[in-house]
């Protein structure tokens, strides 16, 4: 994940969730192989200069499968996420080796490991069962016993007073719910003023910590898609709804997602697609949204508001009309209660729906006592789904400014001048006034841009400055400010850097403030002697402002390369970059030679299931009872993921007309049934049906007597999660919930198998581990791996598809050759008609990671973006493609394409490839 971009956005912190099945693929066999060490990432965010927030679980939720349980869970008698003791025995080992590998990263050890979460949202409880106080203390006990020092937190699903016990208790809020279809329906009480008085109720003497607030969406199956998520979490959402975050005097600000990334292999419970993408500030190809350029103005402003941290909201439900008289708009007054100087005026519209363009002027009592401002004249306005914080008495260096209705986003004292920079949507009317000693004000002077100034001298010793935010207009107030004066859009390009201090935690400084306009995003500032060198990303040819003292930018550099700078008449730096963006031919992928083999080689007369495992159970721990005669729940056999297959050997009586099943997947699954060679038909899947009974005929009546076997191919959408606790939800069964032989009760299925990946819980891909392959026959054989011979298979794209009802393994080969120094994020890319759609299912193994499942008429993920080092951006890459198709006619990709989805000139570190083993004899594949 992209940890340097948090940091560049003005966050100092990242929380990351660990996922528990994944580690322990095969219960006692905890494994860090592979994309599975966690050390490469502690110390790329210790690099960073990025603190971290682990969230070991066991329980994460998440949208991932079993909620971040091992797929072993299911079979595991009582209750789980409670004291109940084959939980906690279950749990033991992992938190153990989990424990000591965050320990050994905490900050205590120098690294940045500054909190651990015990549970996830322990907050809800099945019909019977409340709150368990031994498990919550049994877990802290055991994080404790693993070597974690640092403060032990937990998020409540709401502010409900849920495991306090912990060090610093907090909770999570998504006041905009998940609806991405309707991105712009915003409630009218959306905005939580509330959460304030529950922080009061429950832990007054802890920082008001929110562990989840909203920063995107999930979107499920057959869903709207991610950029319409981005839009009902955009940046309006976040200015009004983090702004009241900070009325409410919310010290930790935790965005869930910040980088969502990819549900690639089985990671996904049901609910959701392979794209992880959040609509979250940075997406799933990393590239920045605005989102994070609006988050980057409020992050900085709190970053230097010190004052904030030490203040409580003071007029609390009584906000409408207060401030302003205007009764649209609700101002809520924060003041530092500890300063007893700084405060915050929150504004926003009463009503969150509300469009309306409000004037307002603000009546406030500062240190030059009641003021109305403008003072100037005129009035303020706030336009449509948008908030403001206005300050007062604000400190800014050896500044004050008793009032700024234009938004601060930084201030830095640089060479002993304070720079502030302000901001505020075009085309408004801002006032900002400055305190001044003496009898004189100081002299205003426009240094650069078109902006005019109108000012006045305040009773008691400040002036204030009237101004329109439009563009850039610098302004020089007396010697010792300056003053940058911006429209949001001008705000965006601003980035404030500290570079490494010496010493331990060299890249956490947050001193020595260097501010830089321009550019698409700036990661570093390194200062040398007088050499400054900058790194970062750019997307086009940049203007560069550099604001940095003079003795350390004699000499700029940007990736490396000097920069040509020129000194302003206000004494920073101007320098332009060109970027060079080289042209990348991709392979074009309809065009390389195909491979194509049958994948279903199962439904042959020929084809012998001796290998499979016999499904005998006769029992089960499952709290869901089964009612066939034996067990047909693909997890009590070890299978958790991807394809499942079953196979039903009878004997006709010779008057079975149809076969009738019932089968549970998880939302969008589909089957596929077919009486020894014949397809009898799908259920091609649907979002809103997990379990589906469906009856299949024969095409013409057996013979009394002679056997058959029945193959059935089923899809494993993930295990449900298991967000109430003891309600064991994430038992529910994959699998045969019952079966019968229509026209013929009394014929007997003699033998029941089950296939699932190869090895199941004894996973055979180490590297790729438990969750990325499934129980395809080319699976089972590893056909989706680099290096397997596909030199005696017969050509066939995935384009051209296949003619009936089966599965066939596509595969190719393909060179990259992306150019060093930039990031080009590709996607493979998939065409869609909807207009009458065919009923397949397509998995991409790239190097044999799975990284997209696709369903055809679900949708409606299209582009399934595949991270460099995955792909190899340099060499040699294998695609594979299987092709599960559910109607008797077939069915085919409309297309197939790379595509390149942004492009950057990068300082990003070189990607190392992840190790992606090729194919090797797989013993006791079938
Ligand atoms: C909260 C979970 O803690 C988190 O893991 C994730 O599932 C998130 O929601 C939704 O994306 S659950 C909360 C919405 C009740």
Redesign the pocket.
Known sequence: MPIMKPRAMGFNAVSFYIFWGILEGKRGDISFEGFRDLQPFFDAAKQAGVYLIARPGPY????TTAGGFPGWGTHTPGLWRTSNASYTEAYAGYIKEVGSRIAANQITKGGPVILVQSE??YSGWADGYAEDPVYESQLMQAFRDAGITVPLTT?D?WPGGHYTSVDVYGY?S?PNGFDCSHPYNWSSDAVPEWLWGSHIQFTPNVPNALY?FQGGA?DPWGGSGYSSCSVLTGPEFERVFYKNQFAMSTTYLNL?MIYGGTNWGGIAHPGVYTSYDYGSAIAEDRSLREKFYELKLQANFLAVSTAYLTTRPMNIYNTQGSFTGNSALKTTQVLDVVGNKTGFYVVRQADASNNDTQSYTLNLETSLGALTIPAIGGSLSLNGKDSKIHVVDYTAGTTTLVYSTAEVMTWATIDNRDVIVLYGNAGELHETAIKFDGATPPAVKIASGNGKIKQKALVGGALALQYTTSGQTVVEVGSEVLLYILDRKEAYQFWVLHPPSTGDMTHFNTDNPIIVKGGYLVRTATVNGNVLSLTGDLNSTSNFEIIAPAASSRTVTFNGQPLLTTKTSYGTLSASKKVVLPPVVLPNLSSLPWKAANSLPEISAQYSDALWTVANHTSTVNPIQFTTPVVLYAGDYGFHTGNILWRAHFSATGTETAFKVDIVGGSAFGYSVWLDSTFIGSWVGDPAVSEFEGTFSFPKSLSKGTNHVITILQDHMGYEED?ASASDDFKTPRGIMSYSFIGSPLTVVNTWKVAGNLGGEEFIDRTRGPLNEGGLYGERQGWHLPGFDDARWSSGNPTMGISQAGVSMFRTKFNLNIPQGVDYPISIVVGNSTSTPKHFRAQFYVNGYQFGKYINHIGPQKAFPVPQGILNYHGENTLAISLWTADATGGNLESLALQITSKVETSMPAVVNQPSPGWTPRPGAF
């Not at 994460?60 to 949208?63: G, L, M, T």
């Open positions: 994460i939720n998440a949208e996830n949202e998020n699903a999570d998504y989840e999930f869930y967000w």
